[in-house]
């Protein structure tokens, strides 16, 4: 069965600029889940999405939005860049809200100039 | 708000040594994960603990919960080279949004052969 899968793997934007950014969950997984990685704050929580509805939130700006499909891809996108913004954003699918098990996909790298 | 400890920040261990990573949390959960990654990829998942005095093990890691003291240890037995990865705890909270979990910062272990 094939992994979560993040595309683009690597983009590079402009201070102002938007970006989408796109995850594919494993076979039959409903529920994504979005995160932020930098190496001033760490791992933060973003948001998570079943069943095309999101369902928590971390604590991070309107900027940061996101969507999910009828066929659980899920989208995440950023607005109005900020240098900040740069980061590795991982995205995790799990079989059903509330499950136990989260496997993560290999992440797409934003640095913003 | 729910809030994750670890330390050590950083380790460097000789191979064939063994020390232990500690993970202390701030409110009641329900699970508690251990993620490893390696420079530039994405977090692979090492354990989920679910119980009080649950320990779970897989080669040369041992994960331990104490939920009474908020405590998760990783325990590392005889470290090797290959084990050099940063190493993250993760909580969610039992109040619901399993997937909204809380990260710790992070345990770079080096293991110097």
């Known amino acids: 069965k094939a992994g979560v899968t993040q595309t683009p793997r690597y983009l590079i934007k402009t201070r102002g600029q938007q970006v989408t950014l796109s995850c594919s969950p494993i076979s039959g997984h409903r529920s994504v889940s979005w995160y932020q990685q930098t190496p001033g704050q760490g791992l933060q929580f973003l948001f998570e999405?079943?069943?095309?509805?999101?369902?928590n939130k971390g604590n991070f700006p309107g900027r940061f939005s996101g969507r999910q499909f009828s066929n659980s891809r899920s989208e995440m996108n950023v607005s109005t860049l900020e240098l900040g913004d740069s980061a590795l954003y991982l995205c995790a699918s799990s079989l059903e809200q509330g499950a136990i098990a989260q496997y993560f996909g290999p992440g797409t790298r934003l640095t913003v100039l | 708000e729910l809030k994750v400890e670890q330390n050590p920040l950083f380790l460097s261990m000789q191979e064939g040594k063994n020390y232990t990573i500690y993970c202390n949390y701030s409110t009641t959960s329900d699970r508690l994960y251990w993620y490893r990654q390696d420079p530039g990829k994405s977090l692979e998942s090492l354990f989920v603990l679910l119980s009080n005095g649950a320990v779970k093990q897989e080669g040369r890691l041992m994960a331990s919960l104490d939920t009474k003291a908020r405590l998760s240890t990783l325990h590392i037995t005889a470290a090797v080279h290959d084990l050099s990865a940063t190493y993250f705890c993760?909580?969610?909270?039992?109040?619901?949004?399993?997937?909204?979990?809380?990260f710790g910062t992070g345990t770079k272990l080096q293991v110097i052969p």
């Open positions: 993760a909580v969610a909270p039992d109040s619901g949004g399993y997937q909204k979990v809380t």
């Open positions: 999405y079943f069943s095309e509805t999101q369902r």
